[in-house]
């Protein structure tokens, strides 16, 4: 099919979410996402939200939406931010939905000045974001991702690593874990970013240590 995804009608989704037994509950949920979604993408499109441009050769990104957690690429005229403002009002009039505006943030070009982002914050109501921020496990940064920016992804895979004893396991079962919990944590990023090879090094590490096994305190000989 061409273009499927935007040929779907909406109603038919829902007709056949429900056919397959999904809750009203959940359907008014997707439906709410729905509708936030529209109507950013109507505001970017006639105007009225200045759109973010990115570097020449990658696609323009609007704002993504996964869950309760969304991304918005805006410029920062007053206008644009008055527009997004009156814009998640008028979702929450439509939805019954409240947004959370304390938890908004802003994130501003290094071009933008301490006093321009003061003022949008005043104009806001939103938080002055600072980089490093995840968003749905992944590292935003400004400029080049450094090893540094991974510290979040080796202590996270060393508790999991830590919280199983790996003399309870047989090394079939350890060569399981490693390929269906451990190595996917790092799968993930992997798939989305350019690792520095450090990383990478430092997670082969731990999971060779924790297939292998540890004597006195240090890593078996292979």
């Known amino acids: 099919m061409a273009k499927a995804y935007d040929r779907v009608h909406w109603d038919s989704l829902f007709q056949v979410l429900v056919g397959f037994g999904f809750s009203n509950q959940f359907c008014n949920l997707v439906k709410e996402c729905e509708i936030l979604s529209r109507l ?9 939200i200045g759109k973010f441009y990115h570097p020449l050769g990658t696609p323009l990104i609007l704002h993504l939406l996964y869950a309760d957690d969304i991304l918005m690429f805006l410029n920062g ?7 997004l403002c009156s814009t ?3 979702y929450e009039r439509r939805s019954w939905q409240c947004i959370s505006r304390e938890k908004f943030a802003i994130f501003g070009s290094p071009t933008i000045s301490s006093a321009r982002k003061r003022s949008l914050v005043r104009l806001t109501g939103f ?27 080796i202590v996270k895979i060393r508790a999991n ?10 090394q079939g079962g350890r060569l399981i874990f490693l390929n269906h919990v451990l ?36 890593a078996k000989i292979k």
């Open 40 to 48: 950013l993408r109507k505001q970017f499109e006639d105007g009225c």
């Open 77 to 83: 005229e007053n206008r644009s931010l008055r527009q």
């Open 88 to 90: 998640l009002s008028c």
């Open 127 to 153: 938080a002055k974001g600072n980089f490093l921020v995840m968003y749905l496990g992944v590292p935003l940064v400004r400029g080049q991702l450094k090893a540094g920016h991974f510290d979040q992804l």
């Open 161 to 170: 690593v830590a919280g199983w004893k790996a003399k309870l396991f047989s």
């Open 183 to 218: 190595s996917s944590m790092a799968s993930h990023l992997m798939a989305v970013l350019e690792v520095p090879q450090i990383v990478l090094k430092k997670i082969n590490s731990i999971l060779s240590t924790f297939f292998w096994g540890e004597h006195n305190g240090k």
